[in-house]
């Protein structure tokens, strides 16, 4: 399969190596990766702050680089669901919106194609470690990811996993919501770091890596030997 490669702004600016991480994953499946290198993107900042009329210029250059393609993989919860989910809100009675429905029916998220659209469980990977998992809010709710991930953790050789409890509260991130309400931000940060350190993960696992960015503060500021690794890194692991 020739797979299109969405790469998020968190993994195209902070969090390069998860890019690669899928990347490799993919390859080492025998599919051929195509990476669009006009693709910016996917307006979903804009879009959340209510700014839809350039959330949906920002989301025509998303439909502008792939609408060739067969189908368009994204290592994030978050943007697949602004595509995948939320385009046909932002473009109901617009010019392009039956464009915009057909190239938003192709988008997956990386873990979710892995199981659903591959019917893949064992990548080959191997990974040391005791690791839980975070519920990111849009991979969870939106598009309902929840028994793929642990399936796809499960399958690594040497990988230990212990469920966090709660695992399917917020971070706090959400995007713009941690600069307008830091104090409630922080306070849940807090308690999902409670929640990481009691199960003694080496490592907490997620398929979105502005969760893990949050997370990632919060655990250096407490000193927590608790570290983040996307679950693309987990699995080109070996």
Known sequence: MRIALFIPCFIDQIYPSVGI?????????GHEVWYP????????????????DQARDVA?????????AEVIVAPSGSCT????????D????HVREAEATFVASRVWEFGDFLVRKLGVIDVGARFEAKVTWHDACHGLRELGLREGPRQLLGAVRGLSFVEMRPSDECCGFGGAFSAKFPDISVRMGE?????????????VVSGDSSCLMQIAGVLARR??????????EVLASS
């Open 60 to 68: 025509c250059g998303f439909l502008d680089a792939f609408v060739g």
């Open 191 to 203: 308690a999902k770091a409670r929640a990481i350190e009691a199960t003694g993960a080496d490592y």
């Open 223 to 232: 000193g927590s030997s608790a570290k983040i690794i996307h679950l693309a």
């Open 90 to 93: 932002l473009f109901r009675g």
């Open 37 to 52: 290198e006009s693709q910016t993107c996917c307006g979903q900042p804009a879009f959340n702050a209510g700014h839809w």
């Open 21 to 29: 991480a899928v990347v490799r994953v993919l390859e080492r499946l």
């Open 81 to 88: 669901a602004m595509a995948r989910n939320f385009y046909r």
